[in-house]
């Protein structure tokens, strides 16, 4: 079965800090990959996503991840951190061939200090 | 466009109640999905309809949950004989039929067993 390991579940860089997210998955077949946000109160909503192609994908606001198939890791960066990323954020996976449930990794609670 | 959403966003029930819980997904979408998010356990997947096939249930923790999905649009979870264990947010998500198999998540329904 898919497993996912963030590393850190809370995390505090200071306002204009590099962002980094730790993310490994277990498959030996390279699953999707995704990253969702969850701000309080709210439901998830995606950053970024890789299926196939260039393995530096680049999201939303300002974020990107790398899928290294040799570390099987998808690590989330951003070069400078803004107060309004302050959120929970997981690292997901789901097998491929179409739709398939996510399966996720346990979240990291990004703080942000000005 | 009109997002996932779901009914109601806050429900508190006494222990042994049942409970139904809804979901509206994006118009279009063939393939919604209902996951569980909890402070022990994190994000859950609990059940996923794809258009006419039959149901992964592989995810529902016991014969109290089951979920239906009408028309090949609205869904309902329902949960019967409530327990405590039960209290967590229940989130519903929906994909389209092609393309790059990202979820669109709801708000959610928080669930309060008292």
């Known amino acids: 079965a898919q497993s996912v390991t963030q590393l850190g579940s809370h995390v505090s860089v200071s306002e204009g800090a590099l962002v980094l997210l730790r993310c490994n998955y277990s498959s030996s077949v390279p699953p999707y990959l995704f990253w969702y946000v969850q701000y309080p109160n709210q439901g998830l909503q995606l950053l970024l996503k890789y299926t196939t192609g260039a393995t530096l994908v680049k999201g939303i606001n300002g974020f990107e991840a790398e899928f290294k198939k040799s570390e099987t890791s998808f690590h989330l960066t951003k070069p400078s951190a803004h107060m309004s990323d302050a959120a929970e954020y997981f690292c997901?996976?789901?097998?491929?061939?179409?739709?398939?449930?996510?399966?996720f990794g346990q979240g990291t609670r990004l703080t942000i200090n000005p | 466009g009109a997002g996932v959403s779901q009914s109601p966003s806050n429900k508190v029930t006494e222990k042994g109640k049942d409970v139904e819980l809804r979901c509206d997904p994006i118009s279009g979408h063939t393939a919604l999905y209902w996951y569980r998010q909890s402070l022990g356990q994190g994000l859950e997947f609990l059940i996923y309809f794809q258009g006419n096939s039959a149901p992964d249930k592989s995810g529902l923790p016991s014969d109290r949950f089951s979920a239906e999905r009408t028309g090949g649009s609205v869904s309902t979870l329902t949960i019967q004989r409530t327990q405590q264990e039960d209290s967590a947010v229940y989130l519903c998500?929906?994909?389209?039929?092609?393309?790059?198999?990202?979820?669109?998540f709801g708000p959610g329904t928080r669930l309060t067993v008292t």
């Open positions: 998500a929906s994909s389209p039929p092609k393309g790059g198999y990202e979820q669109y």
């Open positions: 997901a996976v789901s097998d491929r061939g179409g739709a398939q449930k996510l399966v």
